[in-house]
């Protein structure tokens, strides 16, 4: 993911030069601030003195002295230590501007990169789509239409140049995804192995928006022109350098009053000093006129490089609102293309002539089309990243005018080709059968999709339910039973016992579903257990639990409540001889919304398998981070999504009124997202729910 890598982005050459630079200014600030204020001076000096006017032989003596004192700047001097402490706190200012900015522009680096690598991986696997059919019947098929003179060979030869191209392009994707590859390694400084990439969701650039430039020049500009100002308004005394001092001194006496033993003596000073031109006023003027011209230089500056930068990101802002438009035109183009397939599929079924070069020429047009499409998807992804150089978009992003295609809905047209191919000959002409529209939905990938299942006992009795189209991609069925059903089960449990069986011969795994918030509180936790333990025969892959709290209606509340809960766990686990999983509320993954409690913690102290996170929302990202944060906080614990389709709930909670192929694009970049070795898959609420959502939107 792309989050992955912004881990490592302090890693970066630029970043870690800019953190020396600011490490080094903030250094020369402290040094500055341990100058200002008290200074200690003092020395020892001797000599030799010799006086005319002494007796011998006291006229030839060693005269040694010592001096020490402490001395206080004033007036200019202690402006001039305040300053340099200002120039230092400007300079760490401005570095740790260039900071934040290397850090932010080391992301979007690694963004274009991302980008970069994602678009010729996507370009790559369309591409190996196209190349594959030459070899799988394409070639044979035009060569032998060419030898019967049904095909012109300037038509043959364009049709293998075609190939040939895509082969030529092949290896410039291989190359681009390769060097994008490197210069993530370089980027993050660490080893980075072939990924699959995912697209994140884009933030919405407004059209009319008022662009609030953020650019570390116009900072930069700004912190100098406040720190002139300052000096401006602060300094009063130019040129005039003062300190007061105060001083001791001491040595012997002179001459000596005795050849033998020296006498010592001792004094002190307290003085003011200063120092300053002749020709202050005229200093102190030019000194004043020079801070006014940097001044206005600098304001200059600001005022045209802020222009530059209005220009610029209009420009930015103009082109990226065109190949918005381009992206819908490129769609609007791809629907063509498969359309033109579908259509020369139809023809080629019911007449002769010229209809199977007509095919392949539409196959032809979908791939450059495709590939386009996805050319302009990356452009407009770059370009995002470019305006991010200026404006910083709010944390809530929106949603994708034009979400990702995903390249499992890409190459679909070409993989009907393939099933084509695969057939041998041109299909008789006779042949009436009608073909289903390529624009079919993208399959679930089968070991990541399960359902709960209320309506069992209508679901047993359904015959040839495991070769119906619905239950092929699903793999794992949470099947409820009712009191009257686990009666019966128990009595005869023949019935069931061979759905489990003709399940698994099937590949499906089935868990058994109980689900009655009652069961959390102590009086009726017996009942449940009483089920588990005349049930505990029947060969089940597993038991679910979904006894949610806020369901309860109890006096039973708080951090009480979610202590009963997760002891109705704990003594199911104890005697369940099935792995158990349980459904939950988002809201109990974090301890703030769990009364201090660490409800993961919980589960995993209590044995529990499988923790089912049934978050009802749109908000594919805000469901990413959650569960990626829960996954890599509790790796002992295997969590799954469960997404609803039942039309009694919102439309933001459930996709009942949504597409079926934007259901299925949701739930592919779900499981793509949330990719990790505790993710258990998806698991979606209901399969009557599914079952009639499917039947009754086709598309």
């Not at 098929?141 to 003179?149: I, T, V």
């Not at 084509?420 to 042949?431: H, I, R, Y």
């Amino acid at each position: 993911m792309l989050a992955d890598f912004y881990l490592h982005r302090d890693q970066a050459a630029s970043v870690l030069k800019v953190q020396a630079d600011l490490e080094a200014q903030r250094s020369n600030l402290l040094a500055h601030e341990a100058q200002k204020g008290w200074e200690l001076f003092g020395g020892v000096s001797g000599g030799y003195q010799k006086s005319p006017f002494a007796r011998e032989p006291f006229g030839h003596f060693f005269d040694p002295l010592a001096r020490i004192g402490l001395r206080y700047p004033l007036l200019g001097s202690a402006e001039r230590q305040q300053r340099a402490i200002e120039d230092a706190a400007t300079q760490v200012k401005i570095e740790g501007i260039r900071l934040d900015w290397s850090r932010w522009l080391a992301a979007l680096f690694l963004e274009e990169n991302y980008a970069a690598y994602w678009s010729a991986q996507k370009m790559l696997v369309l591409t190996d789509a196209y190349i594959r059919l030459r070899h799988e019947g394409i070639e044979r098929l035009l060569l032998k239409r060419q030898e019967a003179g049904l095909l012109f060979m300037s038509d043959y030869l364009e049709f293998l140049s075609a190939f040939d191209q895509a082969q030529r392009t092949q290896i410039e994707f291989s190359n681009n995804k390769n060097q994008a590859l490197m210069r993530l390694a370089h980027l993050t400084n660490s080893v980075v192995m072939p990924f699959e990439a995912v697209k994140p969701p884009l933030g919405e650039i407004a059209t009319t928006i008022v662009s609030d430039i953020e650019q570390p020049d116009l900072r930069i500009l700004q912190a100098q022109i406040d720190h002139l100002q300052t000096i401006r308004e602060t300094e009063n005394w130019q040129g005039i350098d003062s300190d007061f001092s105060m001083t001791a001194f001491g040595g012997p006496a002179i001459p000596h009053p005795s050849p033998d033993a020296a006498q010592l003596g001792y004094g002190g000073a307290v003085g003011f000093n200063f120092r300053m031109p002749l020709e202050i006023i005229s200093y102190r003027k030019n000194e004043q006129s020079r801070l006014n011209s940097q001044l206005i230089s600098l304001r200059e500056d600001y005022t045209r490089r802020d222009q530059e930068l209005q220009h610029e990101f209009q420009s930015l802002l103009n082109s990226y609102q065109q190949l918005t438009q381009q992206i819908k035109f490129q769609r609007t183009r791809l629907e063509a293309a498969r359309e033109l397939i579908r259509e020369r599929y139809l023809r080629l079924q019911i007449m002769d002539g010229d209809v199977i070069e007509k095919y392949f020429q539409a196959i032809n047009t979908y791939y450059r089309v495709a590939i386009e499409n996805v050319a302009a998807e990356s452009e407009h992804w770059k370009l995002h990243i470019r305006l991010r150089q200026f404006i910083m978009l709010p944390e809530a992003k929106g949603k994708d005018a034009y979400p990702e295609i995903s390249v499992l809905t890409l190459i679909e047209p070409l993989q009907q080709v393939k099933r084509f191919l695969a057939g041998g000959e041109m299909p008789s002409a006779s042949t009436q059968q009608t073909q289903q529209p390529l624009l079919r939905a993208v399959q679930f990938v089968p070991d990541q999709f399960a359902v709960y299942v209320w309506n069992f006992n209508h679901t047993m009795t359904q015959p040839e339910f495991w070769t119906r189209k619905p239950v092929n991609e699903v793999n794992r069925f949470l099947i409820s039973l009712n009191a009257r059903q686990i009666a019966a089960t128990v009595a005869d449990p023949a019935s069931l016992e061979r759905f489990l069986g003709d399940g698994r011969r099937h590949g499906k795994k089935i868990e058994l579903l109980l689900g009655d918030p009652d069961w959390i509180l102590p009086k009726y936790r017996k009942n449940l257990l009483q089920i588990i333990h005349s049930l505990s025969a029947i060969d089940f892959d597993g038991l679910h639990l979904d006894i949610e709290p806020d369901q309860l209606v109890s006096q039973l509340t708080g951090a009480d409540r979610l202590e009963q809960f997760i002891e109705t766990i704990r003594q199911v686990t104890a005697i369940s001889p099935w792995p158990v999983g349980i459904s939950i509320h988002p809201r109990y993954l974090a301890r703030k919304s769990s009364y201090g409690l660490c409800m993961p913690c919980k589960f995993a102290e209590a044995g529990v398998r499988e923790v089912g996170v049934m978050y009802y929302t749109m908000n594919i990202e805000k469901i990413v981070t959650t569960l990626k944060s829960a996954m890599r906080q509790h790796p002992n614990l295997t969590f799954s999504l469960a997404q609803s389709v039942e039309p009694e709930l919102g439309p933001e909670n459930s996709y009942a009124n949504k597409p079926q192929r934007y259901f299925n694009d949701a739930m592919q970049q779900l499981q793509n997202q949330l990719q990790a070795p505790n993710f258990g898959g998806l698991i979606i609420q209901s399969w009557l729910d599914l079952r009639n959502y499917l039947h009754e939107n086709p598309l």
